[in-house]
T-cell receptor
Framework: GESVGLHLPTLSVQEGDNSIINCAYS??????FIWYKQESGKGPQFIID?????DKRQGQRVTVLLNKTVKHLSLQIAATQPGDSAVYFC????????????FGPGTRLSVLP | DAGVIQSPRHEVTEMGQEVTLRCKPI?????LFWYRQTMMRGLELLIY????????DSGMPEDRFSAKMPNASFSTLKIQPSEPRDSAVYFC????????????FGPGTRLTVT
């Protein structure tokens, strides 16, 4: 399996800098969101999630911000490392049952040495 | 834990042939999902099962696609007959009962239909 997306938006950051990846979601009724990371040749991997009753959640080196007013999510990665190079997807859950997630198109993050 | 296992990892077949993709979810997980990933459409949910029962197959593109889950540890996605536009990476994912909605993805099967 491989990541796809020759035409994906690309974000290039210098190693050690902070990265901010943005995502606009479509359904105002969505109440749960997940960020996934997909490395080349692998399936998506969970990074962090957030519920709609929160506007910020922090993990290890990552922070997710949610702005429900404008239906916008962002993923912040602190001190970006070469291993962070991947495609990042946001996924929204519009059906309140946590099963049927709708994935965004993805953003490719390239970490420059 | 071996994670979600998919086979084959790569499949090349000719148009009109039957293709069967296989998935073994993580032991103890009770939900299983099949996704398709293409350049044009990104990652799309095809079908998902809860406790081996298909819950939502609205993402299955057409009748040529079918999925089964005969038991908690095995699922298949079948395409018959296959067409070139079916070429994609197919992912299987599983989720444990309750708690987080995190889905654990397999490595995918890259299908090429010529």
């Amino acid at each position: 399996g491989e990541s796809v997306g020759l035409h994906l938006p690309t974000l290039s950051v210098q190693e050690g800098d902070n990265s901010i990846i943005n995502c606009a979601y479509s359904n105002s009724a969505s109440d749960y969101f997940i960020w996934y990371k997909q490395e080349s040749g692998k399936g998506p991997q969970f990074i962090i999630d957030i519920r709609s009753n929160m506007d910020k959640r922090q993990g290890q080196r990552v922070t997710v911000l949610l702005n429900k007013t404008v239906k916008h999510l962002s993923l912040q990665i602190a001190a970006t490392q070469p291993g962070d190079s991947a495609v990042y997807f946001c996924a929204e859950n519009p059906d309140n049952y946590g099963q049927n997630f709708v994935f965004g198109p993805g953003t490719r993050l390239s970490v420059l040495p | 834990d071996a994670g979600v296992i998919q086979s084959p990892r790569h499949e090349v077949t000719e148009m009109g042939q039957e293709v069967t993709l296989r998935c073994k979810p993580i032991s103890g997980h009770n939900s299983l999902f099949w996704y398709r990933q293409t350049m044009m459409r990104g990652l799309e949910l095809l079908i998902y099962f809860n406790n081996n029962v298909p819950i939502d197959d609205s993402g299955m593109p057409e009748d040529r696609f079918s999925a089964k889950m005969p038991n908690a540890s095995f699922s298949t996605l079948k395409i018959q007959p296959s067409e070139p536009r079916d070429s994609a990476v197919y992912f299987c994912a599983s989720r444990p009962r309750g708690g987080s909605y995190e889905q654990y993805f397999g490595p995918g099967t890259r299908l090429t239909v010529t």
